[in-house]
């Protein structure tokens, strides 16, 4: 397609006097940001006729991680955004709009929670991906995530992504977090932080990059369930041996493990035999088991 705008430019350029008419957005601006007679160009880097504002279209099939972007460096220009490619939107959605496959709502609009109820309104610019630093009172991520503060003020709010399934996090995160109502009921579900390869969850414990350095922010085995892949996560304050009852409320380097009635923090350790996550005297590294299958790289100490 771009080469095909660029070809149509270079045309116009060598045919000085045809004074073609085309669709806004059609045609790219030339190197020195020119087009043709009658027409500007955008904050897109695209032609449109001369007074009528381009439309910043947002990349709504890029799923948490991807480096999909959207820019408006004039400002003020809002998003437009199309239903998420290949996502399946409930038939039993009552009307309403789907947060998830943003399906349902107007241009310049994105699909979100209001409470409990999937709401369209204005999709603001400039646009944050999933795992990015957000603003709750402006909530400006993408089409299809949402700014929710962490469990502790001192971590800030980041940009998660509604999800249904796993497939609808990418191969990035899982679909494994909830946003809960009063009843402790699922008002909807969210997509992990995105897994990263150089977190590792047993020793220190500290996050790769900057801006997440330990005691406010940590690594962590992603859950229960996906003991094998690790996050960086909002710090809990627990330390090893209290109880508690939800994952990473304890220390970097531990986890909250539930063996029998109650919970409580325990060493996060390494199967592989790596020195510096082992065991206190007594105790030994024990696979996680999520539907009978030990994990592999990681454990606890039991």
Request: proline share 8%.
């Amino acid at each position: 397609m771009t080469s095909h705008r660029w070809s149509l430019v270079a045309l116009l350029i060598a045919i000085g006097c045809y004074n073609p008419k085309f669709d806004d957005g059609l045609l790219l601006c030339s190197a020195a940001s020119e087009c043709p007679a009658g027409y500007q160009c955008g904050s897109d880097k695209a032609c449109y006729k001369t007074g009528a504002a381009p439309l910043i279209k947002a990349d709504a099939g890029h799923l948490p991680g991807d480096a999909g972007t959207v820019s408006d460096p004039d400002g003020g220009v809002a998003a437009c955004t199309d239903p998420t490619p290949g996502c399946v939107a409930p038939k039993d959605l009552g009307g309403k709009c789907d947060p998830v496959c943003q399906s349902g709502c107007k241009c310049r609009e994105k699909c979100f929670y209001e409470g409990a109820t999937p709401t369209c309104g204005p999709a603001k610019l400039p646009v944050k991906n999933a795992g990015e630093v957000c603003d709750t009172a402006s909530d400006t991520c993408r089409p299809g995530a949402v700014c929710l503060e962490e469990l502790r003020t001192e971590c800030g709010a980041h940009c998660y992504h509604y999800c249904r399934v796993d497939a609808d996090c990418g191969d990035k995160a899982r679909c494994i977090g909830a946003v809960t109502a009063s009843d402790g009921s699922t008002v909807y579900k969210i997509c992990s932080p995105l897994i990263e390869a150089l977190c590792l969850p047993f020793g220190k414990a500290d996050c790769p990059g900057a801006g997440r350095s330990l005691p406010t922010f940590g690594c962590y085995v992603l859950s229960a369930l996906h003991p094998d892949l690790s996050v960086c996560d909002c710090a809990g304050t627990k330390p090893a041996g209290s109880v508690c009852a939800n994952e990473h409320e304890c220390v970097p380097g531990t986890e909250c493990i539930k063996l029998g009635a109650q919970a409580t923090c325990r060493k996060i350790c390494t199967l592989n035999g790596v020195v510096a996550g082992p065991c206190p005297s007594g105790t030994t590294c024990t696979p996680f088991a999520p539907g009978g299958v030990n994990s592999i790289r990681y454990g606890y100490c039991k």
